[in-house]
């Protein structure tokens, strides 16, 4: 399977994996359907950025959601029943609190289950569930840079907490600010800047909810290089769960699609934050964060220096920027699969652009 961003899409290509909208669950198009021109208005119209299609280039190559469609949906209703239930400025029950442990502890044992670190997908996200998919990518991210780091299962379940639960500020700001699909006003962006102290006073008040926590919570927006809010904290006064949460925020927020731009890809985000080190991010956290991120994820189709193009087959933790690849020839004769890791005669070869940067694929690749 390819992975291919909504504008290459043609009637008569065929689903690879099939598309779920979250907010029932059921598949939207289910995998080995012919797209039609309905079902590709369909995909524009909830904003999805792009699905997985067969090709014989790369009908070996399976690529499978990370987090399983059944428990997104899951941790999806949970807090959707938990944030219903929340009644605007008061502190939180000691019922919802263990709710929010319990949500965490769940979506850690499902992680924890996992063998693959890497994560090497581009999931497919819709609009509508925004805020609550965004909630359980950044405790997922968190999550994984904790297990690069060698955090133990209690910490791990703090940085799922924290990652969860990090903008439960926003309960209590105005949808209007929340949901206005224009640029802010400098007042509308202050009001904004008010939900990490305005989650801490919702949750302080109880014992069940870590310190370690409510600091992570406090500091997600805080910038390496004291530039962050709400109080400007630099380098390593900002507590370390804070650090982590806030690379795990930045790359899901890039790597979704809003109202007024296009989701990036992984290589976009991540050649973004490698930039970033020791300004927005601190550095160790970034290497630990940049081992569990495939740049070019399986299925991707990339374009070479030498004017080829390719098919992403494999990523390694070691070389995030130069995976295993198989070139799309003209003809597929044979597969001719290249590690740009270690191939010497490809030492010098590069990847120069993705499929966004393409304008129109050889029909070949579908037929
Ligand atoms: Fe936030």
């Known amino acids: 399977m390819i992975y291919l961003p909504l504008q290459h899409l043609q009637p008569g290509m065929v689903l690879a994996r099939s598309v779920y909208y979250h907010p029932t669950c059921l598949p939207l198009i289910v995998a080995g359907q012919q797209l039609s021109p309905a079902m ?131 309960l209590d700001i105005s949808l209007d600010i929340i949901n206005k699909k224009g640029p802010l006003t400098p007042e509308e962006f202050n009001e904004i800047k008010t939900h990490p102290k305005k989650a801490v006073s919702r949750l302080e008040f109880s014992q069940k909810i870590p310190n370690i926590v409510l600091s992570a919570i406090e ?25 982590i949460l806030a690379l795990a925020d930045v790359y899901d927020a890039l790597t ?34 940049l081992k569990i991120i495939a740049a070019y994820p399986v299925g991707t189709i990339v374009q070479l220096s030498n004017g080829s193009l390719a098919v992403v087959i494999q990523n390694s933790q070691e070389h995030i920027l130069r995976p295993v690849i198989r070139l799309l020839t003209p003809d597929h004769l044979a597969n001719t699969d290249v590690n740009l890791a270690t191939d010497r005669t490809y030492f010098n070869v590069t990847i120069t652009g993705t499929i966004t940067d393409i304008e129109e694929l050889p029909s070949t690749i579908f037929e």
């Open 219 to 243: 500091s997600h927006h805080e910038k390496y290089n004291g530039t962050g809010y709400p109080y400007g904290l630099k380098g390593d006064n900002i507590p370390i769960y804070g650090r």
């Open 256 to 289: 979704s699609s809003r109202s007024y731009r296009r989701a990036w890809l992984p290589n976009e985000a991540v050649e973004y934050m490698m930039g970033c080190g020791g300004t927005h991010f601190d550095h160790d956290i970034l290497k630990a964060f």
């Open 40 to 170: 590709i208005r369909k995909l524009t119209e909830l904003n999805i950025c792009g699905v997985y299609i067969e090709s014989k280039f790369a009908s070996d190559i399976e690529v499978k959601e990370f987090i399983d469609p059944k428990v997104k949906q899951q941790v999806t209703n949970d807090l959707r029943t938990l944030y219903s239930g929340y009644i605007h400025n008061v502190p939180l029950s000691s019922f919802t609190i263990d709710s929010m442990r319990n949500i965490a502890e769940n979506l850690l044992n499902y992680i924890a289950s996992k063998e693959e670190f890497l994560l090497n997908i581009i999931d497919i996200k819709d609009y509508d569930t925004y805020t609550y998919s965004h909630s359980i990518y950044v405790g997922t991210l968190s999550v994984l840079i904790g297990m690069q780091l060698n955090y133990s299962q209690n910490l791990l379940l703090q940085l799922a907490m924290a990652g969860l639960f990090h903008d439960i500020g926003k």
